[in-house]
């Protein structure tokens, strides 16, 4: 899916949902058995797999100390499924990729620059869910996962550039494109439900046109 908006449109911000886990003390056989069990639920009940399951909100792009600077947050609406996988032990890695480019009416855009930024979630032995912030933040870590998730990305910045680069008057479209992937999971995790998580929450990919 492809959200455009110009450089003076400012995306819709939703609401956050919020979740409570319980943790108990399960034997091994028995610990594997409840995560088999979480999966079918989460894997056969139905669900729209659609990226809608991730809002973006709050895009900028302006001139931070000569540099060319994106920053938006993200949210997710129902956090049932996210959250589901986690329980399961399944780890996701939040993928942030960004290209600038200028617009030319009769070739093809030329590029200026292109990043990338990766951020780590998973759901810890005791219980808790711990969050690896995209570039050189602390972890957090918390029982509350919408919490956790709102303190991880609910503003993330990017630095793509000099501002320098630019020239004023031009056409240029900054291309932001989202998605969560599987990380580091066991091989039964993956055989069951890769499908339906990378449906589920990405890749969507949002357009800002603008000049200067």
Known sequence: MIVTASDDVSLQSFGRGSGR????????????LARCVILAMFLFAPHPAQADDISLSNLILNNSQGRINVRFGLDFPNLAP?????????NLTLVCDASLSEKREYLWNRSIVETSRY????????????????GNGPPIESENLAGVIYNGWGLISLDLAPWSLLTRGKPYTLQLTIK???????????????FWSLDSFGPTTYKLDFSY
């Open 21 to 32: 886990t319980r943790r108990c003390r399960l034997w091994p056989a028995m610990r594997l």
């Open 180 to 194: 969560l992937k599987q990380d580091d999971v066991a091989d039964w995790v993956r055989d069951v439900s890769v």
């Open 119 to 134: 951020s780590r979630l998973e759901r810890l032995s005791d219980g808790r869910y711990r969050l690896e912030p995209p």
């Open 82 to 90: 996210l959250q589901g996988l986690l329980n399961a032990g399944v």
